[in-house]
């Protein structure tokens, strides 16, 4: 991977190589899976002016969680503020108005304390009611921790009519990185059930429906295809809900997942206890958080591949940190200091996540557009001319 390489010397390391072809890619393949639902990329995961751009492209729609996310959209297509939800269902009654006054018309409450603060500073903001669906086995359970059960929803949409919030629908989010469709399927059967609710007991016809994140990242080939776990989602949302009714999502991970690459460099190196450790520019306080936060493993890959003996090798971060290793007592190439690797599918959050420990460089985001699948194959290639 010269490219990457010369990349890198032109740079430096840490860096973060971003393809926004690769992101509008998977972000117009989930519009063309769902296409009557208007698909809110989620900015958590990768926050930059480049991917609010390339949603603007693609005449597509922002999910936002804080006042500094809107600051981003503003700065980066101030256009996209009248396309944005505010989805953090928690929220300083200081950002529902700072919200409302930059143009935000939708946020998210599940609660009758956020009901009331936002009847108090902005009255006229739609909202969507968040329902909790449980989820044990999601990688992230977020009903845990927001939205109202069943029984809660009925007495908060009565309190929320009685005020006169301008509840639009509701949204729900069952959890991130889901396996299997079922999950969306049943909540958005059962969201029928409390629209049908609301309309019987207060004559009110929900607008919206907000089907929130959840959808799978292609990271390894077990995962399941988006396209795949679509298909059952498009089927029960046209069997329940009729053309009149506006779907939305939040999709953040599936969406960012795979579309960087992060580069790394060599910067020491010692045999200790039989083995050679390396150490990286780049870490698990770094870009490689995921391996902290959400359980990822990450493979590293030479820009350079060698005939010489691989040896048993230990690749740890720059921080002071014991717990700062990628990868242990693997069979690697030998390395030498200034050597360069890169780890491709490097997940959502990971760069999101990374912290300034011990006040080491962060990673920095460089634009580069790759083709995954030709690197995938390229490393395959490499991989087995070795074996
Ligand atoms: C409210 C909300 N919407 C959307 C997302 C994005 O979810 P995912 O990355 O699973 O698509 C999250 C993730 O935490 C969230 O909290």
Redesign the pocket.
Known sequence: METIKAIAEQHGTPIILFSENEFTRVYKSIQSYLPRVKH?F?L??LPTKECIQAISACDGYL?I?SIGELELVKSADPSMVARTVY???IKKEADIETAALNGIKTM?AENFTELRKIMKVAPEMNVLL?IAFPNEE???N?SER?GADEERFERLYAFAHKIGANVIGC?F?V????QQPNEHVNAIRECRRIYNWVYENFGVKFKVLDI????P?KYTKDDMDLEDFCEPIREVLDELFEDEMDIWS???????ANCHIAVTQVIGKVWKNNRMWYYLDDGVYGTYAGMMYEDISYELHPTKYSEEEPILSVFAGPTCDSIDVILKNVMYQPLEVGDYLYSIRIG??GWASRTQFNLLAESRIIPYDFDLVAIEEFIEESQLVLA
Not at 212 to 215: E, I, K, N, P, W
Not at 250 to 256: F, H, T, V
């Open positions: 809110h989620a958590k995961p999910d969680a989805t953090h269902p998210v968040r999601a990688r992230c977020l927001y949204s989010h959890g991130s990185q889901m929130g994140g959840g959808f990242a939040e999709p953040g991970r599936s969406i960012a959502a959050y």
